[in-house]
T-cell receptor, first 114, second 108 residues
Framework: DAGVTQSPTHLIKTRGQHVTLRCSPISGHKSVSWYQQVLGQGPQFIFQ???????GRGNFPDRFSARQFPNYSSELNVNALLLGDSALYLC?????????????FGQGTRLTVV | GENVEQHPSTLSVQEGDSAVIKCTYS??????FPWYKQELGKRPQLIID?????GEKKDQRIAVTLNKTAKHFSLHITETQPEDSAVYFCAARNKLSFGAGTTVTVRA
């Protein structure tokens, strides 16, 4: 059984560009969350989706958006990229959104904005 | 929202000694407290978790304690080994709010 998969693994973009990151959860998992991890810091919560509905949003600007598809995969979109958006973007999947269940992380997408 | 604070930020221990990392949280509604280990360049991996109806949980050399009244929880690693060197993150649900991490270095 495949774990959480993210694509691409690495990405280099220019300031002002747009980026789309993708995540496929573990089979059977209906909740997907996105995190931004800047070097040397803990993951910061961006979004959570459950059954295709947004269930939570962290303290990130409107340039960040996400969606979840009927097959429970998810996309994170970032517009008008800034240098400060350079980070490791992690996706995590879990069975439910509210019950205390384990979250499994993907390997992340390393985004570099130049 | 939830605010999780983690201490210390760095921890250096001699091989065989114990390591303790402490976290506090703010949201009394949080009911799930996982600990993740992240090695350089890799994804966070769950090493142990505890739910709010339990005060302590142990898995071999790793244990976690939870004090709901004081809103703090701790990770204990006994008989540390070089492969325990990594960054450790505590988290509190809801929405998995993470601490800032503790870089643990085990000296051989």
């Amino acid at each position: 059984d495949a774990g959480v998969t993210q694509s691409p693994t690495h990405l280099i973009k220019t300031r002002g560009q747009h980026v789309t990151l993708r995540c496929s959860p573990i089979s059977g998992h209906k909740s997907v969350s996105w995190y931004q991890q800047v070097l040397g810091q803990g993951p910061q919560f961006i979004f959570q989706y459950y059954e295709k509905e947004e269930r939570g949003r962290g303290n990130f600007p409107d340039r960040f958006s996400a969606r979840q598809f009927p097959n429970y995969s998810s996309e994170l979109n970032v517009n008008a990229l800034l240098l400060g958006d350079s980070a490791l973007y992690l996706c995590a999947s879990s069975l439910f959104d509210s019950d205390p269940t384990e979250a499994f992380f993907g390997q992340g997408t390393r985004l570099t904005v130049v | 929202g939830e605010n999780v604070e983690q201490h210390p930020s760095t921890l250096s221990v001699q091989e065989g000694d114990s390591a303790v990392i402490k976290c506090t949280y703010s949201d009394s509604a949080s009911n799930y407290f996982p600990w993740y280990k992240q090695e350089l360049g890799k994804r966070p991996q769950l090493i142990i978790d505890i739910r709010s109806n339990v005060g302590e949980k142990k898995d071999q050399r790793i244990a976690v304690t939870l004090n709901k009244t004081a809103k703090h929880f701790s990770l204990h690693i006994t008989e540390t080994q070089p492969e325990d060197s990594a960054v450790y993150f505590c988290a509190a649900r809801n929405k998995l709010s993470f601490g800032a991490g503790t870089t643990v270095t085990v000296r051989a």
